[in-house]
Nanobody, 124 residues
Framework: QVQLVESGGGLVQAGGSLRLSCAAS????????MGWFRQAPGKEREFVAT????????YYADYVKGRFTISRDSAKNTVYLQMNSLKPEDTAVYYC?????????????????WGKGTLVTVSS
């Protein structure tokens, strides 16, 4: 059973940066594609970014492309989300997730394991 724990959330002003981390344990980290999703108050959870099992392929939602970067460190069993040029509309709880699939990784239903989330608040 894989456990995922997010950290790094907090309060930041618009235009600022944060780096989220997601530490994995209890499984073989390198087997899993990893993704970040977010859920804003009153809205459904949405896809943010994903990286393949070896970090060789990444995909981003259009609304974060060019501002966010997903990366992974297999030696540390950790996936990161570097968030720059943050906007108030980026305010949400951010979740990391692990998947054994290689396709459909923009869809949360294709992820097997989830963290509990970390709150990011961007003030205007």
């Amino acid at each position: 059973q894989v456990q995922l724990v997010e950290s790094g959330g907090g309060l930041v002003q618009a235009g600022g940066s944060l780096r989220l981390s997601c530490a994995a344990s209890g499984g073989t980290f390198s087997r899993y594609a990893m993704g970040w999703f977010r859920q804003a108050p009153g809205k459904e959870r949405e896809f943010v970014a994903t990286t393949s099992w070896n970090g060789g392929t990444t995909y981003y939602a259009d609304y974060v492309k060019g501002r966010f970067t997903i990366s992974r460190d297999s030696a540390k069993n950790t996936v990161y989300l570097q968030m720059n040029s943050l906007k108030p509309e980026d305010t949400a709880v951010y979740y990391c997730a692990g998947s054994l699939y290689i396709d459909y990784l923009r869809l949360d239903s294709f992820y097997d394991y989830w963290g509990k989330g970390t709150l990011v608040t961007v003030s205007s």
